[in-house]
């Protein structure tokens, strides 16, 4: 089975929601978007306190070029433009919205009826992409439009539809193909149309038997698309362990691309996304959660409109058990610990996570006892522990000549460490630090 | 909420790995062997083991907590893992003296001087060891015969097969006959240090350490292999002075030394590639010791020196970078 | 006898040649320096902290010499005298700055502002302040992991255990910068000393909203506005919910510090206020400080700084 060569680790998979079929959540009382939910320049709101507004109602315009527009989730009024603090872990403004019944655009196609071709053109679809505020839903939140329209030096050979979801927990993804994969199907023709390619291949890790038996029935009778099993190992849903396992092509270091080597990587829920919008004339304003963890009385997998507070989520899966350490947004190994229960989810917010104080506690940092685990586990072929040296006594040179900007902050080093180093903490404040002054050396050329 | 939040970042979970299992699983692997140098040479390895372990526990205690003034690290097993290897590379007679001796140089300076676990630049064991070697020649080379079950300081002693392999080299080829055979080698009925003598202990030992995932197989294998090429090669050369690669193996501290010793995580080096290196450059200045040195054994010179070579390495071998090849 | 004789006259010979050689050598491969470098760099304390700009006080030295004034070439560490000794070696006037001192904006202690989160990561305030705004209410104030105390080269600052706050020793700190720098919120200002130590400050850096920052801390700065109007020298700005007291312009009168309601204004080194009966004489305050006057910063931060809890 195919998988990439370098590193990786085998954590718990724990996906206890793993046969919870989707369930709906009702409307939250208030609905808070926060105009920084992508890669990018923030939004800028085009509606002000008063304005009323239905489901699907635009409510913020893309920010530039590399940004995206908000929609509402939910009808009522424009309560207040604020501030709130959301996954990042620090104050942002976001566009507070009382909600009153559940009134939704006349334009989007509420039906159960699967919509098999479409007439648009090619720039018709990438301008009802952008028009719906369609970002990566995987927990990057790129901008699709922009990543669906890459340099045009590079030939795309290659579609990748990333329906891995290498992380422990994580079930958004694999309910959404056991229960929607027409759409998904769809989908991917949808963006082998945009890319004009014919090649896509739909990788799954092992773990997910069901789902890839079922798509490949589904794509069978389909030419150009391909449901490829991926050997079980965290980070295999990587872009670029992804690519690796794929296609065996390895991208260069950054400033290089997937494009670089031939590939559009997405995310199988960005892809049921584009489906609705182009098909149903559906924005992006609702999506599949995960709202899992050990001592949870109902883990669940709900489709949530944005802007929901997580503590409604958390309140039907059971409340939060009284022992929790940590609330994170996203997998235990890459995501973004919550301050507290009043953030909104948004558009990267693929699963809630709540692990018990025993495992969230830190334990004691002890001397590198050079065992060299971390080093066997990077997938990026990285030294860990001499970049986190490096990174404590501020050599920055030496972390940059150690490649310290292929980092992906997987998370892998620090979870193998028997002395319990916090090596992707210093690791991170080396890349900050070494990408300014990379920036500022090429800003003076 | 009933207690406050971490807000602590990524990876929130780990795979619950420390430096005590690490060390736990290697006092394990070195049972089979200590259950072996019992066998072999009765209560002289208790002895020797027993003390040994005591004075470097003893030592690390009184220097850390008196000396460098911090809390003890007794807990993290390293320590008597140090104890441990340190018997193991001495004859069962030696005097108490000399292995509290060797305890003392191989904790104090091997080990502590640098900084204690995780700083020391040579595998303290061995430090102790070749310090004891070089200060009592003597008691350091003459090994008891196998089966002595009672006796300690009195024992008898003999040539092993290494001290016969070296007589042949040197040309007194009729020390063949006293060579034990193969058979006897590999399951330790022999002569030696404490826990050189059964190949077959430390095989079961690397097998439990590999299936634990607490070393890579690249270093044994890679010191093992280049011995075996090596002494093949001067077997296929001279068969009557040069004896077969498979005494070598058996015969001697290579097996203890390429399981136990050069694998120590802190002295070894960081990558594969690196490793592989080390390994090369261990069984090469093994074999030259044995060959044409004057000592019978060169394991722990060879390691010693490659240790002294590892930051040289660790700079050389880095890994391979993923998206190398394409830039 | 004769081998000692020999031993000797061997080894004497030998120190004899060497020293020729070593005397030749050192006279063909001089090194021109202008002595001057040399006599300023003794006078430098030699601790390489950067401070004034240059990598080393070997290089501050020759700058000194190389450049045509003394504009702008400063050594923080030295006092006065010595950088007048200085200019007198390079032959140029120096101006005579004014004595400054590294001050900690932030009177966030545990029992002002209370951690309502953990944070047990890297024991850096710099890794620490990229990842979110920290385990209390305030996202500006002090982290704690005393990044500040592992910059500094002279021993001039120390992490409080009980408050969890930086604390600066004012008789060490050499102003050089290195704790400001290395602090990721600026919550470290160099401000001038001001005869006797004096110096009147703003506690504080939070932007937040007032409810916002009170919520957060006992002693935040709400953004009131009372210490602008009642500073009589117009020292005082406020901008975004915050006062910041501009040093320059601060008579140190301390009328802002009894308009502040918050207690976030502090006075550094001053006596202790006398309660003056309304009928007498208004007395004028002691310029010259009477000799039980505390010196230490702590001491004086303590009088003068009346935290919450101490207030019934």
């Known amino acids: 089975m195919n998988t990439f060569k370098i590193g990786g680790v085998h954590p718990e998979p724990n996906k206890l929601t793993a046969d919870r079929k989707i369930e709906t959540l009702a409307l939250p009382k208030q609905a808070v978007f926060p105009l920084s939910q992508h890669i990018g320049a923030p939004a800028v709101p085009c509606v002000q306190k008063g304005d009323m507004v239905r489901v699907g109602t635009r409510i913020a315009e893309p920010g530039g070029f590399m940004s995206a527009s908000i929609h509402s989730s939910v009808s009522g009024k424009v309560a207040k433009i604020d501030s709130v603090i959301d996954a990042s872990g620090v104050r942002k403004p976001a566009i507070f919205i009382d909600v009153e019944g559940d009134e939704w655009e006349p334009s989007i196609d509420r039906s159960d009826k699967l919509i098999l071709q479409s007439t648009k053109t090619r720039e018709e679809i990438i301008e009802c992409i952008k028009n719906a505020g369609i970002v990566g839903m995987g927990g990057a939140c790129f901008p699709t439009h922009v990543k669906l329209c890459p340099p045009k030096e590079c030939t795309i050979d290659t579609l990748i539809i990333n329906a891995v979801e290498c992380e422990p927990y994580l079930t958004a993804d694999h309910r959404l193909m056991l229960e929607h994969p027409d759409e998904i199907i769809i989908g991917v023709k949808i963006i082998l149309k945009v890319l004009g390619i014919d090649r896509a291949v739909i990788g799954v890790e092992a773990n997910k038997p069901d789902a890839i038996s079922l798509l490949q029935s589904k794509t069978s009778m389909v030419s150009g698309i391909e449901v490829m099993p991926l050997q079980m190992k965290y980070p295999q849903g990587g872009e670029k362990q992804l690519i690796e396992a794929v296609t065996g092509r390895q991208v260069p270091p950054p400033p290089a691309l997937p494009a670089n080597v031939g590939c559009v990587v997405q995310n199988v829920g960005t892809v049921f996304a584009i489906y609705e919008a182009v098909m149903k004339n559906k924005p992006l304003f609702e999506r599949i959660v995960t709202v899992t963890g050990k001592g949870l009385k109902n883990p669940c997998n709900l489709k949530v409109r944005m802007g929901t507070p997580v503590s409604q989520l958390i309140e039907y899966a059971g409340g939060m058990p009284e022992d929790t350490g940590k609330l994170i947004s996203g997998g235990p190994m890459m995501g973004r610990p919550l301050l507290d229960d009043t953030a909104p989810v948004v558009k990267g917010t693929s699963v809630l996570l709540m692990i018990p104080e025993a495992d969230a506690i830190r334990r004691e940092e002890r001397n590198c006892i050079r065992c060299a685990k971390c080093v066997q586990a990077c997938p990026m072929g990285l030294e860990p522990y001499l970049l986190a040296t490096a990174s404590e006594s501020a050599d920055w040179e030496c972390a940059e000549e150690n490649w310290i900007m292929s980092c992906i902050e997987c998370g892998c080093c620090q979870s193998t460490c028997p002395s319990r180093r916090p090596l992707l903490d210093w690791v991170r404040l080396a890349k900050n630090r070494v990408g300014g002054i990379i920036r500022a050396r090429n800003a003076k050329k | 909420m009933a207690q406050k939040l971490h807000i602590t970042t990524s990876p929130h979970v780990h795979c619950g790995d420390t430096i005590e299992r690490n060390m736990r699983t290697v006092i394990w692997a070195l049972v089979p062997a200590f259950i072996a140098s019992v066998i072999v040479f009765g209560a002289g390895a208790v002895i020797v083991t027993a003390t040994s372990v005591a004075s470097c526990l003893f030592f690390e205690w009184f220097i850390t907590r008196f000396l460098l003034k911090r809390p003890s690290t007794l807990g993290d097993g390293s320590a008597i893992i140090t104890g441990i290897l340190l018997a193991f590379n001495l004859p069962s007679n030696i005097p108490l003296y000399m292995i509290v001796m060797g305890a003392l140089v191989a904790i104090g300076i091997g080990k502590m001087a640098f900084g204690g676990l995780g700083n020391n630049p040579f595998n303290p064991a061995l430090v102790g060891r070749v310090f004891l070697l070089i200060s009592f020649p003597a008691r350091m080379t003459s090994w008891p015969v196998p089966h002595q079950m009672m006796a300690y300081s009195d024992a008898v002693t003999g040539a092993t097969p290494l001290n016969l392999i070296g007589q042949i080299a040197g040309g007194n080829t009729a020390a063949v006959d006293q060579l034990p055979g193969l058979k006897d080698l590999f399951l330790g009925n022999i002569g030696g240090c404490l826990g050189e003598v059964s190949a077959v202990a430390l095989l079961i030992g690397l097998v439990i350490l590999l299936w634990r995932k607490v070393i890579t197989w690249h270093i044994p294998v890679t010191i093992l292999v280049t011995v075996a090429v090596l002494t093949g090669i001067m077997w296929l050369i001279n068969p009557v002075l040069y004896v077969n690669p498979l005494y070598h193996l058996c015969a001697g501290g290579l097996m203890l030394g390429a399981i136990f010793m050069a694998t120590d995580y802190v002295t070894s080096p960081m990558t594969a590639q690196g490793m592989v290196w080390y390994g090369i450059g261990i069984g090469f200045l093994t074999v030259i010791i044995r060959y044409f040195g004057s000592y019978p054994e060169g394991m722990s010179f060879a390691i010693l020196i490659m240790n002294a070579v590892v930051p040289l390495i660790n700079n050389w071998c880095k890994p391979k970078r993923f998206g190398e090849a394409v830039k | ?312």
């Open chain 3, 1 to 312: 006898m004769s081998f000692i004789l020999t031993a000797v006259l061997v080894l004497g010979l030998t120190g004899l040649v060497l020293g020729l050689v070593l005397y030749a050598v050192s006279r063909k491969f001089k090194v021109e320096e202008d002595p001057r470098v040399g006599q300023i760099a003794e006078l430098l304390p030699g601790a390489n902290c950067g401070g004034c700009g240059f990598p080393g006080c070997a290089a501050f030295a020759e700058a000194c010499v190389k450049s045509e004034s003394m504009d702008g070439l400063k050594c923080s560490v030295c006092k006065s005298e010595v950088m007048q000794q200085i200019a007198a070696i390079t032959g140029h006037a120096v101006e005579v700055g004014v004595e400054k001192v590294a001050v900690v904006r932030c009177a966030g202690s545990c029992a002002n502002r209370p951690a309502t989160r953990v944070y047990d990561g890297a024991k850096s305030c710099a890794a620490a302040a990229l990842m979110n705004g920290g385990a209390t209410g305030c996202f500006f104030g002090c982290l704690g992991c005393g990044d500040c105390v592992k910059a500094c080269k002279f021993d001039a600052i120390r992490m409080d255990a009980e408050t969890g706050l930086p604390v600066v020793d004012q008789d060490k700190c050499t102003a050089c910068g290195a704790c400001a720098k290395a602090c990721p919120r600026n919550i470290i200002e160099l401000r001038n000393k001001n005869k006797l130590d004096r110096r009147v400050y703003v506690s504080c850096v939070n932007k937040d909203k007032g409810p916002v920052a009170k919520k957060a801390c006992a002693v935040a700065c709400i953004g009131c506005g009372k210490c602008v109007k009642a500073c009589p020298f117009e020292a005082i700005t406020l901008e975004n919910n915050l006062a910041y007291i501009d040093f320059e312009k601060c008579r140190l009168c301390r009328k802002c510090v009894d308009e502040c309601p918050q207690h976030t204004i502090l006075a550094v080194n001053f006596p202790p206020k006398k309660v003056v009966p309304p009928a007498e004489p208004k007395e004028q305050e002691p310029a010259q400080a009477p000799a039980e006057q505390p010196k230490q910063a702590e001491q004086a931060v303590n009088v003068e700084q009346p935290v919450k809890e101490e207030q019934k």
